[in-house]
């Protein structure tokens, strides 16, 4: 995000906070995960891949059993996704689509074979979402985003691990999206997240905060 907390602007095109740097510490940290989860806002304007990149890294995947590419994740309330987007169209690993019960059956029709489409509450209970992907054998969860993503993850106190990098400029236009909106956080003064990493990434600074039981282990 930028210093005052944006993670894009307001134009039309994407901004790019990140280095080549960080892009592959990312990299890292999808490799060392078993699913990534955006929302599906993300995938329409981003319309993104998630995969990993690093050819080295999928083999080191392959070589400990694990498939090369990460389950991917998505939770839509409305089923408003393209069966043509990247999201759905790379990689080998499965694709779980969270929605509201009444939008499964037109949203299943509508992708077919290339994602499974749950019914997971009006509006989807996160905690549920979570639980059905432990059935499935994801153990560690990595959610990229976008803000309203983040907030409901925050807010209702699921996330063990915050790995917040910020980039060296402002962008001071209220109209653009931020980390996480509005919401009661169960991280306060009285409850602080712990500090467990501070890295320089050039101009950029990875803060790695733990959360919840992960504070107190």
């Given amino acids: 995000m930028s210093v005052d907390g944006y993670i894009d602007d307001a134009s039309p095109d994407r901004l790019r906070l990140s280095s080549p740097a960080d892009f592959d ?46 389950t991917k994740v998505t939770v839509t309330a409305g089923g408003d996704l393209d069966p043509d987007a990247r999201f ?13 019960p009444a939008a499964v059956p037109a949203l ?5 074979d290339r994602a499974e ?5 009006d509006p989807v209970d996160f905690a549920a979402l979570l639980a059905d992907l ?19 993850f925050l807010t ?14 402002l962008i001071g236009d209220p109209s653009a999206p931020r980390f996480a909106g509005p919401g009661v956080f169960p991280q306060s003064p009285e409850r602080p997240m712990r500090l467990a990493e501070a890295t320089r990434i050039g101009d950029l600074v ?8 992960a504070n107190r282990g």
């Fill in 88 to 100: 759905f169209t790379t990689g080998e690993s499965p694709k779980v689509v969270y929605a509201p």
């Fill in 156 to 169: 209702a106190g699921l996330a063990d691990e915050l790995q917040l990098v910020v980039a060296p400029f």
């Fill in 206 to 213: 990875l803060l790695r905060y733990l959360l919840g039981g």
């Fill in 134 to 152: 432990a059935a499935r054998g994801v153990r560690r969860l990595m959610v990229e985003g976008g803000g309203e993503i983040h907030t409901r």
């Fill in 117 to 121: 489409v749950i019914g997971a509450g």
């Fill in 108 to 112: 299943a029709e509508r992708l077919g």
């Fill in 25 to 70: 510490r990312v990299d890292g940290v999808r490799a060392a995960c078993d699913a990534i989860l955006v929302g599906a806002g993300t995938i329409r304007n981003d319309d993104p891949k998630l995969l990993i990149r690093s050819p080295v890294r999928r083999e080191r995947r392959v070589e400990r059993g694990l498939p090369p590419d990460l």
